[in-house]
């Protein structure tokens, strides 16, 4: 069992930046990928980027690649998104979310690679 709590969200200017972080409680955190999602208002929730277990291999979706930046510490049980030239756009919750099971890649672009789910944060950019 896996509690993920996020932070970091808010209030901020197109262009400007925010970090997000996700807090993992248990002690096996290393065993899973982790990912970012993020849902806008009346939209579905969307692959933002996800993290390998060892922190060496991290891929992003089109829309935020050179902006977004995935990073883990296994160390700490923690792994972060920092988001750069913050576009309306990226207005959504963002959620981060643990995967235990080994898959292909591209699996894990989707939900239902991921057994636990964080509660969201807020992120709102204003134009």
């Known amino acids: 069992q896996v509690q993920l709590v996020e932070s970091g969200g808010g209030l901020v200017q197109a262009g400007g930046s925010l970090r997000l972080s996700c807090a993992a409680s248990?002690?096996?955190?290393?065993?899973?990928?982790m990912g970012w999602f993020r849902q806008a208002p009346g939209k579905e929730r969307e692959f933002v980027a996800v993290?390998?277990?060892?922190?060496?291999?991290?891929y992003s979706a089109d829309s935020v690649k050179g902006r977004f930046t995935i990073s883990r510490g296994n160390a700490k049980n923690t792994v972060s998104l920092q988001m750069n030239s913050l576009k309306p756009e990226d207005t959504a919750v963002y959620y981060c979310?643990?995967?235990?099971?080994?898959?292909?890649?591209?699996?894990?672009?989707?939900?239902?690679?991921?057994?636990?789910w964080g509660q969201g944060t807020q992120v709102t950019v204003s134009s």
């Open positions: 979310a643990a995967a235990r099971t080994y898959y292909s890649g591209s699996y894990y672009y989707t939900e239902n690679a991921y057994d636990y």
């Open positions: 248990g002690r096996t955190f290393s065993n899973y990928v």
């Open positions: 993290i390998t277990r060892s922190g060496e291999n991290t």
